[in-house]
């Protein structure tokens, strides 16, 4: 059973930054897709951001040139640092684990889930 707990989330104006933290707090060395996906009151989840154990990523086209998705493969943390953040990047967002990269961009029902960490941007 993997263990995922994000944190990093608040509340920042608009063209501001945060910087997300994703804790494996168990073992994931299985998984090949890791990654970032959001969802804002009355919408679908959607993948903001994600990458494979060999440095392969792929980022939401509204996202794109603004967010950057990184890893600490020594103390197992996922991280996303995101920049000129705009109103409609509110959401909660979640840290996810699954275990192949296809189709790694679109949240699985089979993948393991943090609990979430809310990103509020006011204008």
């Known amino acids: 059973q993997v263990q995922l707990q994000e944190s990093g989330g608040g509340s920042v104006q608009a063209g501001g930054s945060l910087r997300l933290s994703c804790a494996a707090l168990?073992?994931?060395?299985?998984?090949?897709?890791m990654g970032w996906f959001r969802q804002a009151p009355g919408k679908e989840r959607e993948g903001v951001a994600v990458m494979n154990r060999y440095g392969s990523v792929a980022y939401g086209d509204s996202v794109k040139g603004r967010f950057t998705i990184s890893r600490d493969v020594v103390k197992n943390n996922l991280y996303l640092q995101m920049n000129d953040l705009r109103p409609e990047d509110t959401a909660m967002y979640y840290c996810?684990?699954?275990?192949?990269?296809?189709?790694?961009?679109?949240?699985?029902?089979?993948?393991?889930w943090g609990q979430g960490t809310q990103v509020t941007v006011s204008s």
């Open positions: 168990t073992y994931t060395d299985n998984s090949n897709c």
């Open positions: 996810a684990i699954a275990r192949v990269w296809p189709g790694c961009l679109n949240p699985r029902a089979d993948a393991y």
